[in-house]
């Protein structure tokens, strides 16, 4: 990926090549978007930087709403929408700072990859040979090295969606859009897809803002996570601190399951059953010995004791972290 990086002067610049000083990538304020009588966003505010940031909710949240007004494609209804500082929808150049990925099916089928790579980099203001270079280097990126000079046309979903990631990567922009980035792939596809997601922050430090109803795409992928719900925020923080491991010890044995909460009870150790475990509150060294004791006494056949991480699918059934 020699070239990568050196292109990044030959594409337009935001006020001659000097970026507003921002602390934030994208920015909502009281940002207000309604379609006749239906309100899609209703005062979101929320701000994002670096890294990769899950934008998660049902269908129908506000996340491409919110996708499309980032990206200038619509104008809110109230308050704003800022990227970089600058709002897309006021000023144009600030959009070849962004990347989008569309969920729904837009590529060319009759051209080749290497083709639509190429034109797509040449629109964003790349000269002609530095776009055929960029072209390659991102669909070696995203596994399509030897198949670029097939037509689209003949490419499988996940290949489909393979160039859908790499036109949103071909300018070099700062940040990034992915919306349901995953739809119609397999279980093999989706964890190559997200992935791939993962390499492309790393490797080309480029930020990502990643829209999906999947709560494991966002748990297995990203930072940050923002949960929109019926057009407000609903949630958000960092997804360590919603799959943080708890002070509470599980407990799963194959047999004897009254027994060993009987026992623990005996030792003054309040237990109560968790799905299939037994879930005990503030575990220290003492009440691990209690509860080895209490295993013991109960002849049960462990199977596995100790601490684990929430998922994001049980914080939003129980309401929170």
Known sequence: MSHIRAVKSQRPQIEHGILPPVASLLEANNLTKSYGDTLALAKVTFTISDGVTGLLGPNGAGKSTAIKLFLGLLQPSEGSAEVLGERPYENVEVRARLGYMPEHDCLPTAVTASEFLTYMAQVSGLPPAYARTRAADILRHVGLDEMRYRSIGEYSTGM?????LAQALVHDPVVVMLDEPTAGLDPAGRDEMLDLI???GC?????????THLMGDVESTCDRIIVLEAGQVVQEG???GFTRET????IEVVDHHDEVMAALAQRGIKAEPYIASIAVQEVGDAEYDLIRDALAE???RLRSLGPRRHRLTEIF???GP
Do not use: N
């Open 317 to 319: 059934r129980d309401g």
């Open 198 to 200: 993962r390499r492309t």
């Open 160 to 164: 489909v969606q393979r160039v859908k």
């Open 238 to 240: 960092e997804v360590s």
């Open 247 to 250: 002070e509470t010890v599980y």
């Open 203 to 211: 490797d080309f430090g480029i930020s990502i803002v990643l829209s």
């Open 298 to 300: 109960s002849g049960a």
